[in-house]
DNA sequence: GTTAGCACTCGATGTATTGGAGTGCTAACA
DNA sequence: TGTTAGCACTCCAATACATCGAGTGCTAAC
């Protein structure tokens, strides 16, 4: 059966119409909804092809019909052309401007969630290169040493370092030489075990010290590309706006899943892997078109973000598959260009990182 | 009216088949349950004594009755005691040994939420010395200075400046000399107007590094003592297991205060404020006696734990009224035991730190 | 002081009844 | 041939009503 223009349009009609309300709608509300003029009844016989056709979806015999996965599919990608060729009403967001990265994504996904009212969520913005470039050691006393790891896009680690023996601050200084030129513009995939040995021997005694710092590099690497993707979520209790989200066991399981990072992970590792899209850079993830079995009641909405020197992350929107697509895309455009705003005009205070506790066990009082 | 010993019992008969079932419980239950030999007539006196004298209410005529506030703070009030005079178990958790506090605190809270059904919240441990210990800056290029600033107790922050003009490593050696000599083993209270304007006098025309560097004292030190507070949750979904808890407007505030961190805060700073409580350390806030309005359909039981050195937090179970108070102090005891024992035998690597990712302005490439 | 007995309350549960929104189908119409 | 009016039918949601049972308070007897 073909899809002519007038059920495409009644189809329209009965998505927006349930986006509003929430509820089954029946032919007569179109009927009257529309400007199409047609009686409830004919609009039931179309309907009727709709359902057949897949688009709609009958919760019992003699309710409404509601969108099905497939009819919102057919929506949502309508307004995604749309929105292309459409120039994105410009209207950034005020981000409070602060030195930590933790602090602007987490006023970032709490001011989606409020001016959205669905969930959301953000990954903190990965660096692709991790290069090494800049590591520096310093003496904190006899038996202790810092160590600072820079790699490129500014990501900084550090670590401290018990010794087995004493060190003075003339052999720190060599170390210090001897690591950075052997290891500065390298990433962790250059650094072979030849290097490794290599830089062992010309350390002398220093082995653990040599050691401590491969190993802190490569848990500043490992840490930037991997599994454990540092994720800020906002605005959970949103879910129980969307009755079809809030009954207990849905709930439960969309909890949990926000607790999960590594379930929102998938989606986030899905839409970076995507790079095939139309050049908005946002996804939209329909029902059980997600990669996430306990959100199948949901859709997700996805944008990556880009702060310049190739890093970037990934914003979300959770909510209902009635979500308001179009003010959600809306208001992702506006998170980027926000962002991207933001991280033009820092250029003088650019930096922003930060760190944290570390216990020192009973056996280091000096 | 005194509470007898007889009333006492049956209180106590009362409170613990609530804490079993969730359901009012009626005068032929007690009769039963209890070894008291006493009609359900009889014990309907003393149940309307009770309600009288506050420690049990009634939701509805002819319903059984329910602990109030006031009856739960007996029963807790004599499981403390009891439990203060009896050694507690000791069982330890298997904890996981990492580098990142981060790790194991996330690791901790979760073990605790899965054992005991409950919510729970930790804190992570700050310290009170807060001394300057070691500050190093380091040249990245001529433009860009790393600053890095240890306190005692081995906390760690880092940043990275901008300089409006290049500088030489001779004069960040003589910075590092100069703020090294004058700010070690300082508190923020230390460091005064005075102070300041004369090491910026000495640092001549480096101002903007000093001003710098104290910025970034003063915000790792704040960092620790304030408000924000870095607090871990885990088991949110278990709220849904307790049918008084779960019903939308209760679920949906509870989910708020625990993205709220800074209402949890409340609870983490009311416990370290009272060094008064018996000696166990462990703190039970039953509904309205807690300081957050929007829990008080809650228990909260928290416990602070001390890894030496006067690094300490606190740990935190949330559940309903009726939770199984014996069932978590215990648990909390273990888990105390635990991360003590983690860190005393943690003394050969007994480091962790680390930091986080900051985007370089697109104004940095070098 | 304790207990048996009784009337009473009130929520929870189950069962009809009803109303309304919606459908599908058929027949008539343009 | 497409559109529409009409009608029988379905099914959910709401309402009312009866019933059950757990529990209470009170009184009178032990």
């Keep these: 059966m073909e899809l002519t223009d007038r059920k495409r349009k009644i189809l329209n009609a009965i998505i927006r119409n349930y986006l509003e309300t929430g509820e089954p709608v029946g032919s007569r509300t179109i009927s009257r909804y529309t400007d199409l003029n047609l009686s409830s009844a004919t609009i039931r016989n179309e309907m009727s092809d709709l359902e057949e056709m897949g688009y709609i979806v009958q919760p019992h015999t003699s309710a409404g019909r509601i969108p099905s996965d497939k009819g919102y599919r057919l929506y949502v990608n309508a307004l995604v052309e749309e929105k292309t060729s459409q120039v994105s009403a410009m209207n950034t967001l005020m981000i409070y401007k602060t030195n930590r990265m933790e602090e602007i994504l987490k006023q970032v996904v709490r001011l989606l969630a409020t001016r959205t009212n669905y969930t959301t969520m953000i990954s903190a913005p990965s660096y692709k290169g991790n290069k090494v470039k800049f590591i520096q050691l310093s003496r904190l006393n006899e038996r202790q040493l810092l160590t600072v790891v820079v790699i490129e896009g500014n990501i900084i680690k550090n ?7 004493s060190i003075n601050e003339e052999q720190v200084l060599k170390l210090n030489l001897l690591l950075n030129t052997r290891l500065n513009g390298l990433t962790l995939a250059d650094i072979n075990l030849g290097l490794i040995s290599n830089i062992k021997e010309e350390a002398g005694i220093h082995v653990q010290v040599v050691n401590d710092v491969l190993d802190t590099i490569a848990e500043v690497i490992r840490a930037e590309t991997d599994e454990n993707m540092e994720i800020y979520t906002s605005g959970a209790n949103n879910i129980f706006r969307y009755p079809e989200l809030a009954d207990k066991s849905r709930a439960s399981q ?4 926000l607790e999960e990072k590594s379930l929102l992970a998938d989606f986030i590792k899905d839409t970076e892997a995507d790079e095939t899209d139309p050049g908005t850079g946002i996804k ?4 059980e078109e997600g990669p996430v079995e306990s959100m199948k009641d949901c859709s997700v909405v996805t944008a990556t973000y880009d702060l310049g020197d190739g890093l970037q992350g990934t914003i979300g929107i959770i909510g209902p598959k009635r ?3 179009e003010k959600v895309m809306h208001n992702l455009n506006t998170v980027k260009e926000s962002l991207n705003e933001l991280f033009r005009t820092k250029k003088v205070t650019d930096e922003v990182t930060d760190d944290e506790v570390m216990p020192s066990g009973p056996g280091s009082q000096t």
Excluded: Q
């Design 254 to 257: 969309l909890i949990t899943a």
């Design 323 to 325: 979500m308001d697509y």
């Design 159 to 165: 670590h401290i370092i018990d010794l087995d023996e």
């Design 284 to 287: 939209v993830y329909i029902g």
